[in-house]
Nanobody, 114 residues
Framework: QVQLVESGGGSVQPGGSLRLSCAAS????????MAWYRQAPGKEREMVAI???????TYADSVKGRFAISRDNARNTVYLQMNSLKSEDTAVYYC????????WGQGTQVTVSS
């Protein structure tokens, strides 16, 4: 059994910042990919950022230069630093890991509104 616990969501004004965290625990042998996805109302879930075991990263075009993904392998934790937030960033954000099977977090709401 693997559990992913997310934290750090909330409400912020446009231009503000938030930092999401996702800690994995349970029967984990090794974590390869860690990622964040998001799903806005009425839209499909989309990839936001990926960080691989070697440290390489991939970002959605819409967040490049504003978001930064990082990981702490000793704590089995992945982070998403979100700066210069826009209203279109409003969504439920989901943590994802592959270890080696795929696991999802429960989601955390991020609302960007004035």
């Amino acid at each position: 059994q693997v559990q992913l616990v997310e934290s750090g969501g909330g409400s912020v004004q446009p231009g503000g910042s938030l930092r999401l965290s996702c800690a994995a625990s349970g029967n984990i042998s090794s974590i390869n990919t860690m990622a964040w996805y998001r799903q806005a109302p009425g839209k499909e879930r989309e990839m936001v950022a990926i960080i691989r075991s070697g440290g390489s990263t991939t970002y959605a075009d819409s967040v490049k230069g504003r978001f930064a993904i990082s990981r702490d392998n000793a704590r089995n934790t992945v982070y998403l630093q979100m700066n210069s937030l826009k209203s279109e960033d409003t969504a439920v954000y989901y943590c994802f890991i592959r270890a080696p099977f795929a696991y999802w977090g429960q989601g955390t709401q991020v609302t960007v509104s004035s």
